[in-house]
T-cell receptor
Framework: AQKVTQAQTEISVVEKEDVTLDCVYE???????LFWYKQPPSGELVFLIR??????QNEISGRYSWNFQKSTSSFNFTITASQVVDSAVYFC?????????????FGGGTRVLVKP | DVKVTQSSRYLVKRTGEKVFLECVQD?????MFWYRQDPGLGLRLIYF???????EKGDIPEGYSVSREKKERFSLILESASTNQTSMYLC???FGTGGVLYGYTFGSGTRLTVV
């Protein structure tokens, strides 16, 4: 069965600090997809990134970067020079290729609070 | 823009009531999902549907049922609401083929309180 673990429940930083969110996953499939979503106070989940299991390249998008390491089953997310608008709950999720409906399995989420 | 609309943002119901949570999507997506969100537990899948009249149990289906009579609408039903079903409920949809590649779209959620 697939499982996603986000060990950090809450992280508090001061604006302009970097923050790294950890995500560890378990799956038996060789083909799978990993996601990060942001949930601002409005409640709607916002898609940030998708990574498939065959692509271990790290990715950078503006102040966001992702480190995918298959050897440790981790897909960590870093926000560089954090801003107050980054305050949200962030979810890591996994979808196995063979899962019916391509359903997503989510981690418990990490609440990030960025103080001015 | 793809839109997933949940009929109510906030809902308060009494224990034992039958509760309907409605979700409508406008992009002809085959797959639809109902998740429940609780602090520290993330989102947990209750039920999903990959076609009209088709449904599959997720990880926590007990106490819930679903209905999908039309492609665009997916309803979550609490037959007899209980206080432990107080939670945020999120609906999502995706394409059936390659849905994981095109992404999932989530609604804004319904915060249900059972008193």
């Amino acid at each position: 069965a697939q499982k996603v673990t986000q060990a950090q429940t809450e992280i508090s930083v001061v604006e302009k600090e970097d923050v790294t969110l950890d995500c560890v996953y378990e799956t038996r499939d060789t083909t799978y997809y990993l996601f990060w979503y942001k949930q601002p106070p409005s409640g709607e989940l916002v898609f940030l990134i998708r990574r498939n299991s065959f692509d271990e390249q790290n990715e950078i998008s503006g102040r966001y970067s992702w480190n995918f390491q298959k050897s440790t089953s981790s897909f960590n997310f870093t926000i560089t020079a954090s801003q107050v608008v980054d305050s949200a709950v962030y979810f890591c999720a996994l979808s196995e290729d063979q899962a019916a409906g391509n359903k997503l399995t989510f981690g418990g989420g990490t609440r990030v609070l960025v103080k001015p | 823009d793809v839109k997933v609309t949940q009929s109510s943002r906030y809902l308060v119901k009494r224990t034992g009531e039958k509760v309907f949570l409605e979700c409508v999507q406008d992009m002809d997506h085959e797959n639809m999902f109902w998740y429940r969100q609780d602090p520290g537990l993330g989102l947990r899948l209750i039920y999903f549907s990959y076609d009209v009249k088709m449904k599959e149990k997720g990880d926590i289906p007990e106490g819930y049922s679903v209905s999908r009579e039309k492609k665009e609408r997916f309803s979550l039903i609490l037959e007899s609401a209980s206080t432990n079903q107080t939670s945020m409920y999120l609906c999502a949809s995706s394409f059936g083929t390659g849905g994981v590649l095109y992404g999932y779209t989530f609604g804004s959620g319904t915060r249900l309180t059972v008193v």
